[in-house]
């Protein structure tokens, strides 16, 4: 059974204190490792996809990168609106005859001025 | 370009009513998917389909049931519904099981509570 476990489960930072997240995952055979965003009241939206060990990606103050336990979101110099919560979730060869999609916990990012 | 549409936003449910909750899709995508989110739980698969008239049981699909006549629309209902089922339900779809890049099509939830 495909398993992911994210921490911290809430993080605070200041305006421009980089920090990382940390998303470690147990699948039999990893298809996709995928991060979203999630703001209050609204559903998550996608921020990338990692297939396989190496593999990084970037978008404005952010990088995901991914090993073959676990995958990292980092944030640099992040500002107040990069406040939310930021989901981890992979799918293994198991999940592939429905898509299914399995989720951590998430963490909780708030950043202060 | 709607995408998903869930209905309705929120809803406050005396124990043992029944609701059904509203999915609906767009984008013509085959794979539709029913989440609930608790807190510190993340998100759990309840139902999906596979395509129009299928349905299938997730990780926690006790006490719901599901239904897929058309394509672009996905229902969850609750028959008789219990305090433990409070969570924001989610629905998602996907053009098929290989997921594309970008994974799954989120619609914005349903805040549910049941007292």
């Known amino acids: 059974e495909d398993q992911v476990t994210q921490s911290p489960e809430a993080l605070r930072l200041q305006e421009g204190e980089s920090s990382s997240l940390n998303c470690s995952y147990t699948v039999s055979g990893l298809r996709g490792l995928f991060w979203y965003r999630q703001d209050p009241g609204k559903g998550p939206e996608f921020l990338f996809t990692l297939y396989s060990a190496g593999e990084e990606k970037e978008k404005e103050r952010l990088k995901a990168t991914l090993t073959k336990k676990e995958s990292f979101l980092h944030i640099t110099a992040p500002k107040p609106e990069d406040s939310a919560t930021y989901l981890c979730?992979?799918?293994?060869?198991?999940?592939?005859?429905?898509?299914?999609?399995?989720f951590g916990q998430g963490t909780i990012l708030t950043v202060h001025p | 370009n709607a995408g998903v549409t869930q209905t309705p936003k929120f809803r406050v449910l005396k124990t043992g009513q029944s609701m059904t909750l509203l999915c609906a899709q767009d984008?013509?995508?085959?794979?539709m998917y029913w989440y609930r989110q608790d807190p510190g739980m993340g998100l759990r698969l309840i139902h999906y389909s596979v395509g129009e008239g299928t349905t299938a049981k997730g990780e926690v699909p006790d006490g719901y049931n599901v239904s897929r006549l058309k394509k672009q629309n996905f229902l969850l209902g609750l028959e008789s519904a219990a305090p433990s089922q409070t969570s924001v339900y989610f629905c998602a779809s996907s053009y098929s099981r290989d997921l594309p890049s970008h994974g799954y099509t989120f619609g914005s939830g349903t805040r549910l509570t049941v007292v």
């Open positions: 979730a992979v799918q293994g060869a198991g999940g592939t005859s429905y898509g299914k999609l399995t």
């Open positions: 984008m013509n995508h085959e794979y």
